[in-house]
């Protein structure tokens, strides 16, 4: 596999359904199969849902699970990237009261 891969060890399985799902930055992170189908090769494809936000999915399948995880986690760590710089421009703002 190509590309970039998965960075927590905490993905599981869940066994009877075949989906992928973890936890990373308050995301709750899902990679599922998509069958092959009139107009589509199938392939994996991956959704992240946080409480109070929009659901972050995937635009296109790909072959690997493992692309599709990393993908999901990119989207997780961008958004608490995103986070973090508000808490600290906020912080930075109230020090020059």
């Given at each position: 596999?190509?590309?970039?891969?998965?960075?927590?060890?905490?993905?599981?399985?869940?066994?009877?359904?075949?989906?992928?799902?973890?936890?990373?930055?308050?995301?709750?992170?899902?990679?599922?199969?998509?069958?092959?189908?009139?107009?589509?090769?199938?392939g994996?494809?991956?959704?992240?849902?946080?409480?109070?936000?929009?659901?972050?999915?995937?635009?296109?399948?790909?072959?690997?699970?493992?692309?599709?995880?990393?993908?999901?986690?990119?989207?997780?760590?961008?958004?608490?990237d995103?986070r973090?710089?508000?808490?600290?421009?906020?912080?930075g703002?109230?020090?020059?009261?």
């Amino acid at each position: 596999m190509s590309g970039p891969h998965p960075t927590i060890s905490a993905w599981q399985r869940e066994e009877r359904e075949g989906y992928f799902e973890a936890e990373l930055h308050d995301w709750k992170l899902r990679v599922t199969w998509t069958p092959r189908s009139e107009g589509s090769t199938g392939g994996f494809s991956w959704e992240a849902k946080r409480e109070g936000e929009k659901t972050l999915e995937s635009e296109r399948l790909v072959e690997e699970p493992e692309l599709a995880m990393a993908g999901a986690e990119h989207a997780a760590r961008l958004d608490a990237d995103r986070r973090t710089a508000a808490i600290a421009e906020r912080k930075g703002a109230g020090d020059d009261d």
